[in-house]
């Protein structure tokens, strides 16, 4: 599927250049998005999680994505 490409390209990921830009332009929201948009889909949660780690092991404004989180659910 789409999203497991997309989480396949996600998890390789290791560049810290790359990994800021991918929080940079919404990354970590989006993952998580399509998280809560396949919610029963095991293998996206797999791939997301282990793409999630990748970028933001190394990146504090990606590992804060959580913060994002909270204030866009209110």
Do not use: W
Not at 20 to 47: F, R
């Amino acid at each position: 599927s789409i999203q497991m490409g997309a989480f396949t390209a996600l998890e390789m990921a290791l560049d810290p250049d790359t990994q800021n830009a991918i929080g940079e332009v919404g990354g970590v929201l989006a993952i998580v998005a399509a998280m809560e948009g396949h919610a029963d889909n095991v293998e996206v949660h797999q791939a997301a999680c282990a793409a999630l780690a990748n970028i933001t092991c190394r990146d504090a404004t990606n590992a804060n994505g959580d913060l994002m989180l909270k204030r866009k659910k209110g």
